[in-house]
């Protein structure tokens, strides 16, 4: 079954404090997407990354970073040195090819303190 | 300015009366879908279109009709709308199936 879990319901953290979300994904195909979304208290989602099941690079874009592990089945986000405008809910999705579905996680909340 | 447009943004309604929820994207995607936000559920997905006419359900698409008779509006019907269907529906589209999802601002239905 495809599924996506993150298991972190709610993180806080102090400013500059770096983060990691955690992102594990169950599928049962060799190509897929990953996605992740950022949904701040206004209540819009926001595109953050995808990332196709081929390319296992990490992706860095400036305080946020990807580490994709195949090996593992995570896809975890890493914000470095936090900000206040960091705190939202973060959701983790996985895309199938075949059945053209988007599968979310039941995301994060990440409080940054002042 | 490239958009998905929702309306309407907020609703409160009572059970059994029809309503429509519309979604209009300017990106000229093929792609498109809705979701519902519940606590603790995610994003749960209704019905999806990959294109004019063709129309598929998602995981959760009981209670709702979706068409597609012209590519950019996708619009959600609640033909007898009931409380367990109080929820924040998203509408979104993209150029293909696997490309990045474009997400409307969010329609928050009330049922009563």
């Known amino acids: 079954a495809q599924k996506v879990t993150q298991a972190q319901t709610e993180i806080s953290v102090v400013e500059k404090e770096d983060v990691t979300l955690d992102c594990v994904y169950e599928?049962?195909?060799?190509?897929?997407?990953l996605f992740w979304y950022k949904q701040p208290p206004s209540g819009e989602l926001v595109f953050l990354i995808r990332?196709?099941?081929?390319?296992?690079q990490n992706e860095i874009s400036g305080r946020y970073s990807w580490n994709f592990q195949k090996s593992t089945s995570s896809f975890n986000f890493t914000i470095t040195a936090s900000q206040v405008v960091d705190s939202a809910v973060y959701f983790c999705?996985?895309?199938?090819?075949?059945?053209?579905?988007?599968?979310f996680g039941t995301g994060t909340r990440l409080q940054v303190f002042p | 300015e490239a958009q998905v447009t929702q309306n309407p943004r907020y609703l409160i309604t009572v059970t059994g009366k029809k309503l429509t929820v519309t979604c209009s994207q300017n990106?000229?995607?093929?792609?498109m879908s809705w979701y519902r936000q519940d606590p603790g559920l995610g994003l749960r997905q209704i019905y999806y279109?990959?294109?004019?006419?063709?129309?598929d359900k998602g995981d959760v698409p009981e209670g709702y009709k979706v068409s597609r008779k012209e590519k950019r509006n996708f619009p959600l019907i609640l033909e007898s709308p009931s409380p367990n269907q109080t929820s924040l529906y998203f509408c979104a589209s993209s150029q293909q199936a696997n490309g990045e999802l474009f997400f409307g601002e969010g329609s928050r239905l009330t049922v009563l």
């Open positions: 990332r196709n099941s081929f390319d296992e």
């Open positions: 999705a996985l895309r199938d090819v075949w059945t053209d579905k988007l599968i």
């Open positions: 599928t049962r195909d060799t190509t897929y997407y």
């Open positions: 990106m000229n995607h093929e792609y």
């Open positions: 279109s990959m294109n004019v006419e063709v129309t």
